[in-house]
């Protein structure tokens, strides 16, 4: 097996100020998650190219793109009160983009099995048009939707703690992007209700759990056998790209949800059997717990090598599975219909 790395120094430049949870030592954890997995010298690591406007435009509105690269060169530093930036930013979000759409281009190459790549600023809360959450560019959805106009049927599966209001709008109407989020509700942003599931032509390629503080393990778990493997199933899904969020970790600051290193082993193993190797891309989003970024972290990529480590047990008995049951039910509702 062969896992590309994206984890470029150049990320570190994002400067977010001392005290915000979004900071360069994020890229030192993924760093130690390597060396606990025992792949530091087995992984390739892989230099970032900046996405071209061609490859952002898709997602991004020219005007949006620009608006963002003035304000980080203007030297102002607040897009939000979450969302901080700095002179580097625009170029920084720019690269995290292209770091995807290069291995895409790696693995279609049959250069290696899966890829992960681990940009800053991260990306699933940025729409089409607004920078929020931390996000600048939507970098999964850039690599989506470089997929989808190659032909491509793709499927984003987006286990943050937070529900990725960017990447689910940006395709809530397209059938050829299959989106499914966990998320802990309530929470920022205060999307992703059960309900919304897709409009128009995308109706059912949306599906939303938002489960309850607390949660484990064992819902995703089984979420994952009955609910996602049929959808990618029938979505006939055949890239799988990863919004891989480490703030569901039972250890993480801003949120409650209760998973551990040992989850993410199980979930992104589950996950990565849905597809055939070298059409596989992991993409870290939130996590603010450095010691649990660096567990999830060996968790993930040893995953990615076909093992499943567990630096911690994963977990069972939190609430969660009416969640399961009533999304689950919805989607066979939904399919039945479409039959």
């Known amino acids: 097996m062969t896992v590309l790395v994206y984890a470029d120094e150049r990320f570190a430049l994002h400067d977010t100020g001392p005290f915000h949870p979004e900071r360069p030592d994020r890229l030192h954890a993924v760093a130690d998650g390597l060396v606990l997995a025992g792949v530091d010298d087995d992984v390739e690591r892989v230099i970032a190219r900046p996405a071209t406007d061609e490859e952002l435009f898709r997602v991004h509105p020219e005007a949006f793109v620009r608006g963002v690269e003035g304000f980080c060169r203007s030297g102002r530093t607040h897009l939000d009160a979450d969302t901080v930036v700095s002179s580097a930013s625009a170029d920084l979000a720019r690269l995290g983009s292209g770091a995807g759409l290069d ?16 940009p800053r600023p991260p990306g699933h809360h940025a ?11 939507n970098h999964v959805a850039v690599a989506a939707a470089a997929l989808a106009a190659a032909g491509e049927r793709v499927a984003v599966i987006d286990v943050d703690a937070h529900h990725g209001n960017g990447t689910q709008d940006i395709f809530y109407r397209d059938p050829d992007v299959l989106y499914v989020s966990w998320h802990q509700h309530p929470l920022y942003p205060g999307t992703g ?27 995703y778990r089984r979420s994952l056998e009955e609910l996602v493997a049929p959808a990618v199933e029938a979505h006939g899904t055949t890239w799988l790209l990863v919004s891989a969020g480490f703030d569901a970790h039972r250890d993480d600051p801003l949120t409650e949800l209760g998973l551990t290193s040992g989850d993410y082993a199980d979930i992104v193993a589950d996950l990565l059997t849905l597809v055939a190797p070298g059409r596989r891309v992991v993409f870290l989003e939130g996590g603010y717990d450095l010691e649990a970024i660096a567990r999830s972290t060996a968790a993930t990529v040893s995953a ?4 499943r480590l567990h630096p911690e047990a994963p977990t069972s008995g939190g609430p969660g599975d ?18």
């Not at 729409?127 to 560019?137: E, I, N, P, V, W």
């Open 193 to 219: 209700r059960a309900s919304e599931i897709g409009e128009g032509p995308g109706r059912g390629a949306t599906w939303n759990l938002p489960v309850p503080a607390g949660a484990t393990g064992d819902h």
């Open 103 to 118: 291995a895409i281009e790696r693995l279609r190459s049959g250069d290696a099995d899966a890829a992960f790549v681990a």
């Open 304 to 307: 990615m090598y076909g093992e």
């Open 322 to 339: 009416d969640v399961v049951e009533r999304v689950t039910a919805t989607r066979d509702r939904v399919a039945s219909l479409g039959s």
């Open 127 to 137: 729409t089409a048009s607004r920078a929020m959450g931390f996000c600048l560019y």
